[in-house]
């Protein structure tokens, strides 16, 4: 697995939780710790999305 990989599913696994936590206890844990859609946490919701979509690019790899 190479290093982008690794790092693509350490902030798939984040934005997961984030989104259990929203979902269980309607608590935003990236809004918390950097405010609620500051210039860093739209930083941080952007990077999870591409890595959502490098996601999709595990699913086919041999």
Known sequence: MKVIDKIA??????????????????????AAIFGD?????????GLVGVSGLWGIKLLFDD
């Open 37 to 45: 859609m500051t210039v860093l946490s739209r930083i941080i919701y």
């Open 9 to 30: 599913l350490v902030l798939i696994i984040i934005g997961a939780i984030n989104w259990g936590l929203i979902g269980i206890f309607n608590f935003n844990l990236v």
